[in-house]
T-cell receptor, first 115, second 112 residues
Framework: ETGVTQTPRHLVMGMTNKKSLKCEQH?????MYWYKQSAKKPLELMFV???????ENNSVPSRFSPECPNSSHLFLHLHTLQPEDSALYLC??????????????FGEGSWLTVV | GIQVEQSPPDLILQEGANSTLRCNFS?????LQWFHQNPWGQLINLFY???GTKQNGRLSATTVATERYSLLYISSSQTTDSGVYFC??????????????FGTGTRLQVTL
């Protein structure tokens, strides 16, 4: 238990569906992240939120839409995805964004399959 | 951007054996972390070690920042140590140039 909880753990969606991934952190951190992990590739940073403001959008397609309503919650809204978007999506948090060099804590991940 | 290389890419050990995993990086860093990803996908933070040596039970890590490498030692390995070990580093700087960069990992399998 790392203090970062992701739901759902597994999601199968069609290319025309709209779904959301949810992340909640119980660590009192003020920065949250979405990472994508595809087979045979390093983890890719997608988005960074610091104090509920997006500070990084790592050239992510607009079919991925993040939302950070408060410092404890982070969502990733998904729509019109492609099969190549199938991957493990990992949420993480830290005290101050990781540009500051702080330890980062990950959730268990959401396995996404796009059919 | 900074390059991170991990070796070996795959490692199979018998339970009880010791191992050393290596992380090389191409630039100076002010943040280095080791993670273990279990078979269910969760990444667990093992060490925050931009320099020096730390130990936690059967695991220890050493970073020699001046020579741009870090080592993770696993002693008396157990089947629960199986999974992928990632090294992640950050260069000094600001903004997107200084994001945490992950290596491709070392996949460890510990057998009985």
């Amino acid at each position: 238990e790392t203090g970062v909880t992701q739901t759902p753990r597994h999601l199968v969606m069609g290319m025309t569906n709209k779904k959301s991934l949810k992340c909640e952190q119980h660590l009192g951190h003020n920065a949250m992240y979405w990472y994508k992990q595809s087979a045979k590739k390093p983890l890719e940073l997608m988005f960074v939120y610091s104090l509920e403001e997006r500070v990084e959008n790592n050239s992510v397609p607009s079919r991925f839409s993040p939302e950070c309503p408060n410092s404890s919650h982070l969502f990733l809204h998904l729509h019109t995805l492609q099969p190549e978007d199938s991957a493990l999506y990992l949420c993480a948090s830290s005290q101050n964004d990781h540009f500051s060099g702080n330890t980062i804590y990950f959730g268990e991940g959401s396995w996404l399959t796009v059919v | 951007g900074i390059q991170v290389e991990q070796s070996p890419p795959d490692l199979i050990l018998q339970e009880g054996a010791n191992s050393t995993l290596r992380c090389n990086f191409s630039d100076s860093v002010n943040n280095l972390q080791w993670f273990h990803q279990n078979p269910w996908g969760q990444l667990i933070n093992l060490f925050y070690i931009p320099s020096g040596t730390k130990q936690n039970g059967r695991l220890s890590a050493t970073t020699v920042a001046t020579e741009r490498y870090s080592l993770l030692y696993i002693s008396s390995s157990q089947t629960t140590d199986s999974g992928v070990y990632f090294c992640a580093v950050r260069s000094p700087g600001t903004g997107t140039a200084s994001k945490l960069t992950f290596g491709t990992g070392t996949r460890l399998q510990v057998t009985l």
